[in-house]
């Protein structure tokens, strides 16, 4: 896990190594089995959680869900290897939950670019 914080800006990455990543890179949220759904809802709990630690105006959360390079490569084609929403806070702060796919077993600079895109 990760934290970058500017002035104006925290991001919060979570590194999630579990199986149901995949195959929430391949099918999205309704591919998953009701177990790993429920996997899945307790990371993103958590990923908020994080995200109300810090006082920033701006605050991105990040799940990181590592696969296989040719995994990464089918989700890259298909313009598939993140999602973001706005969640809505009562402090009027922007909250960004982000949930992105990193190839594992690539070179460290393509791996930091495909984190960037993902972060916006």
Same mark, same amino acid.
């Not at 800006?9 to 979570?14: E, G, L, M």
């Not at 982000?98 to 393509?110: T, Y």
């Given at each position: 896990?990760?934290?970058?914080?500017?002035?104006?800006?925290?991001?919060?990455?979570?590194?999630?190594?579990?199986?149901?990543?995949?195959?929430?890179?391949?099918?999205?949220?309704?591919?998953?089995?009701?177990?790993?759904?429920?996997?899945?809802? =307790?990371? *993103?709990?958590? %990923? /908020?959680?994080?995200?109300?630690?810090?006082?920033?105006? $701006?605050?991105?959360?990040?799940? &990181?869900?590592?696969?296989?390079?040719?995994?990464?490569?089918?989700?890259?084609?298909?313009?598939?290897?993140?999602?973001?929403?706005?969640?809505?806070?009562?402090?009027?702060?922007?909250? =960004?939950? *982000?949930?992105? %796919? /990193?190839?594992?077993?690539?070179?460290?600079?393509?791996? $930091?670019?495909?984190?960037?895109? &993902?972060?916006?």
């Amino acid at each position: 896990d990760l934290v970058l914080a500017r002035p104006d800006r925290t991001i919060v990455i979570d590194a999630k190594y579990k199986p149901h990543g995949e195959a929430l890179g391949a099918h999205g949220r309704s591919g998953l089995r009701d177990d790993e759904r429920e996997v899945h809802r =307790d990371d *993103v709990l958590q %990923a /908020l959680a994080y995200s109300s630690l810090f006082a920033t105006e $701006r605050v991105t959360a990040v799940l &990181a869900y590592p696969c296989r390079p040719e995994r990464w490569a089918s989700l890259s084609e298909r313009r598939r290897t993140h999602a973001r929403t706005a969640v809505a806070t009562a402090a009027g702060r922007r909250v =960004d939950l *982000v949930v992105c %796919a /990193l190839p594992l077993g690539v070179s460290a600079e393509k791996g $930091r670019t495909a984190l960037m895109e &993902a972060i916006g």
